[in-house]
C-alpha cells in the first residue's frame, strides 16, 4: 500500500484545491492519503469526499507551527476531527499575526529593492489569513529575482537575509493539546529540516514524548536520503511510529513527487499499523 500523510492544498500555501490534489496524488498511485494544510482544517471535506470517490482511503490531517528553542518546528497531526473546536480554535490564534508579519516582510524586501512584493504574494493565496514565506518565494520567481523557490529561500526569506521576519507561534504543549483533544495522534514533521544540534534535538524529542507525541516522519520530500536511514535509525532509538509523506505542494515544486517518494525502511512501525 502506498502512503502519503503530508500534503498541502491551496487551502494553506499548495497550489491546487484540495481535490486536484487527491486526483493527482491518486494517479501516482497513492492509495492512502492525507491533507496536513498549515494551520487550517478547511479544506479536509472537499479532500474527504474527492478521496472517497476516488477509492482511495483518507486521513484527516492538519500541520501546526510550533515555536520551540527559538525555532519554527512543525507537527503534523493525524486522524484528527475537524470539527473539534479547540482544535479550529487554536489554530485560528495560530494564524493570527500573519497579516502583519507579511507587511514586514514586503517591507525589508522593498528596501532591497523589490518593490510590490505583499500585492504579489497575495496572487497566490486562496486565504488572506494564511498569507505565508512560500507566497513570497512564489512571486519572487514570477518576477523573475530567483529561478526557484528553493534559490529563494537560499536568498531571502531566512534568517540573515533581507525578508526574515520571525514569528512566535503556538507552543509545543497546544500543539499536542490541540491535536489529541481532537483524537489524532501528534507528528513530528522532517525532523531533519531542522538547524538543532544533537543535544537540542534529543531534547525536543523528549519533550515531544513526555507530551504525549508518538510519530516522527522518517521518510519525507524534505528530507535527503540519508536522512531517511538516519531518522529510521532516531525512531528505533526514541520508540517512534513512523510516518511518510511527499510534503507536496504543487506539481514539479516539490523535491520529491507522489511516484518517486521510497518506501519506509525496515524494521519500523508504520504509524498506520493499527488503522482499521
Known amino acids: 500500500m502506498k502512503v502519503d500523510l503530508h500534503c498541502h492544498s491551496s487551502v ?52 501546526i507551527s510550533v515555536t520551540w528553542a527559538n525555532e519554527t518546528v512543525h507537527i503534523v497531526g493525524l486522524q484528527v476531527d475537524e470539527d473539534n473546536r479547540d482544535l479550529i480554535a487554536g489554530l485560528a490564534a495560530t494564524r493570527n499575526g500573519r497579516q502583519a508579519r507579511a507587511m514586514e516582510i514586503s517591507a525589508q524586501l522593498e528596501s532591497a529593492g523589490i518593490a510590490g ?78 538547524p538543532f544540534s544533537d ?26 536520503p540519508d536522512q531517511y536511514g538516519e531518522y529510521a535509525e532516531k525512531a528505533r532509538r526514541y520508540g517512534f511510529l513512523a510516518s511518510r509523506g511527499t510534503d507536496f505542494h504543487a506539481p514539479g515544486e516539490s523535491r520529491v513527487e507522489f511516484a518517486e517518494l521510497p518506501p519506509l525502511p525496515g524494521k519500523l512501525t508504520p504509524i498506520w499499523h493499527d488503522w482499521s
Open 117 to 194: 512584493a505583499y500585492e504579489g504574494a497575495l496572487r497566490y493565496v486562496g486565504n488572506p489569513d494564511l498569507i505565508s514565506r512560500t507566497h513570497f518565494a512564489r512571486y519572487l520567481v514570477e518576477i523573475g529575482v530567483c529561478a526557484t523557490p528553493a534559490e529563494v529561500f537560499r536568498k531571502f526569506l531566512t534568517e540573515g537575509k533581507p525578508g526574515y521576519v520571525p514569528h512566535r507561534w503556538a507552543t509545543l504543549g497546544q500543539a499536542l493539546g490541540w491535536i489529541k483533544g481532537a483524537g489524532g495522534i501528534p507528528v513530528i514533521a522532517h525532523p531533519g529540516r531542522y
Open 199 to 224: 543535544t537540542a534535538e534529543g531534547a525536543l524529542f523528549d519533550e515531544f514524548i513526555q507530551l504525549g507525541g508518538k510519530a516522527i516522519e522518517v521518510v519525507t520530500g524534505s528530507h535527503t
Open 12 to 63: 494553506s500555501d499548495g497550489v491546487l484545491a484540495p481535490a486536484a490534489v487527491a486526483a493527482y496524488a491518486r494517479k501516482s498511485g497513492v492509495d492512502m492519503w492525507a491533507l496536513t494544510d498549515h494551520d487550517e482544517v478547511g479544506g479536509i471535506k472537499a479532500a474527504r469526499q474527492a478521496a472517497g470517490e476516488l477509492g482511495m482511503r483518507f486521513v484527516a490531517g492538519v500541520e
